[in-house]
């Protein structure tokens, strides 16, 4: 009886790699000095004693999500630590890049993760304390959704709950995301629509 030889996978620990180099500089990057941008969100969130309150705040660096983030931490000795919601979800946005590609072709996941992990604006937003990496982080989650129900007819129904909670989380990170996710939505109908036509004929046939 022969024995199973240990394959290793290279193609994923490539990917494990590119995933890791990413939030190595992602973090690296969250230690540079706290600047004027991230300064004026911290001051927001430390402007109010409700966290409702957030929802009154009419300026143009008042993120939601990160607002509330920094109201919740509260004051902190070392600024890195404003900043971790943006390098979690900006790491994140790299190892749903990676995944998602990968399950398609390695060439492709290999490529877009290095592009993902290695862009200097992606690091930048992904190492401040504003609502940016979240934004992007969201958005992708709502994409694949939305891509997975357009591909899954049983699951249409069942994920409006899903719909509405990842595009009030979409559209808190940045509120310029209010059209995205209105796209998506009216992609989401059409699909729904053209599931049920089809069920129709088929139906008929």
Known sequence: ?????????????????????GAVLRVWAA????????????????????????????????????????????????????????????????????????????????TATVLVALSYPLILYSSE???????????LTSFLHLAK??????ILEISAVLDFGRSWTTISSHLHLRLFVALCVVRGLQGREHKKSTREMDRAA
């Open 1 to 21: 009886m022969r024995k199973k030889s240990f394959q290793i996978p290279w193609r994923l620990l490539i990917l494990l790699a590119g995933v890791s180099a």
């Open 31 to 110: 230690f540079d000095d706290f600047w004027l941008d991230e300064i004026m969100s911290l001051g927001l969130a430390q402007s109010i004693s409700h966290p409702w309150e957030i929802l009154t705040l009419h300026h143009d660096n008042n993120h939601l999500l990160n607002t509330l983030y920094l109201f919740l931490i509260g004051k902190q000795q070392n600024w890195v630590w404003y900043r971790t919601l943006s390098v979690v979800t900006g790491t994140a946005s790299v190892a749903i890049i990676a995944y998602t590609t990968f399950r398609r072709d390695f060439l492709e996941a290999a």
């Open 129 to 139: 304390a504003r609502g940016y990496a979240p934004a992007v982080f969201f958005s």
């Open 149 to 154: 129900v357009l591909a899954t007819p049983h």
